[in-house]
C-alpha cells in the first residue's frame, strides 16, 4: 500500500548529469517533507538534500552544493533530484525518504555510477 519507487539511476561520465525520481503512492504525499540520501560503498548513510512539503529546498550537504537540485511536484506525487557536474564520489546508492510528525517512508534505493 505505502510505496517509494526511485528511478533515473544508472552509470554516467564525470561531468554528465543525471535525474533522479521517486514517485509516492498509498499516502497523502503533500503533507511530507521529502529527502533524497545516499551511502556508498563501506560507508555510512549520508543526508544529500531536503525539501519541505510546500517545495523550499534546504539542508543540502556541502559537497553538492551548486551542482544538485530537489524539486517535487505535488501533483503528480514526485521529489526529483538533478544531479549535475557529476563526480566519481557522488557513486552510490541515492535513496528517498518522507517524514512526517507522525512517520517516514523509505525507498529501496537506485545506484548512480560515475566512473570513465
Known amino acids: 500500500q505505502l510505496q517509494l519507487v526511485e528511478s533515473g539511476g544508472g552509470l554516467v561520465q564525470p561531468g554528465g548529469s543525471l535525474r533522479l525520481s521517486c514517485v509516492a503512492s498509498g499516502f497523502t504525499f503533500s503533507t511530507y517533507f521529502m529527502r533524497w540520501y545516499r551511502q556508498a560503498p563501506g560507508k555510512e548513510r549520508e543526508l544529500v538534500a531536503r525539501?519541505?512539503?510546500?517545495?523550499?529546498?534546504?539542508n543540502y550537504l556541502d559537497s553538492v552544493k551548486g551542482r544538485f537540485t530537489i524539486s517535487r511536484d505535488n501533483a503528480k506525487n514526485t521529489v526529483y533530484l538533478q544531479m549535475n557536474s557529476l563526480k566519481p564520489e557522488d557513486t552510490a546508492v541515492y535513496y528517498c525518504n518522507a517524514v512526517r510528525f507522525d512517520g517516514t517512508y523509505w525507498g529501496q534505493g537506485t545506484q548512480v555510477t560515475v566512473s570513465s
Open positions: 525539501i519541505t512539503n510546500t517545495g523550499n529546498p534546504t
